[in-house]
């Protein structure tokens, strides 16, 4: 069974492009290592421009496991030059009974 996780990316100021970048080959890195499952992601903009991405990994041990692996400390070192993790109840719309966010799917395509 999967583990579902929220993460939240808050841009760095001019880095909404390579922000999305990275968030678009997050999954196909995370696959390839068997780290993430084929379940499609959600990927929604917030009001203040953090992107929320709604993923699932294939276990609890493959979050353990992608700590130490190359590939994902690589991606996630373009991450971290691009943006700052945020936490979801930081997010304006976490305070809203009802969360609404701007979908940014079709960055997943291409």
Not at 25 to 42: C, F, G, W
Not at 82 to 94: K, N, T
């Amino acid at each position: 069974m999967g583990y579902l996780v929220i993460a939240c990316y808050r841009p760095k100021p001019g880095k909404d492009a390579e922000l999305l970048a990275a968030v678009r080959d997050h999954l196909p890195v995370l696959r390839r290592e068997e780290l993430a499952t084929e379940r499609a992601p959600i990927v929604m903009r917030a009001s203040d421009g953090t992107l929320v991405e709604v993923f699932e990994w294939v276990s609890k041990e493959a979050v353990d496991q992608a700590h130490s692996n190359a590939a994902v400390n690589a991606l996630w070192a373009r991450f971290d030059a691009v943006s700052e993790y945020v936490r979801l109840q930081d997010l304006q719309e976490a305070r809203d009974l009802f969360a609404h966010f701007e979908p940014v799917a079709a960055i997943l395509a291409g």
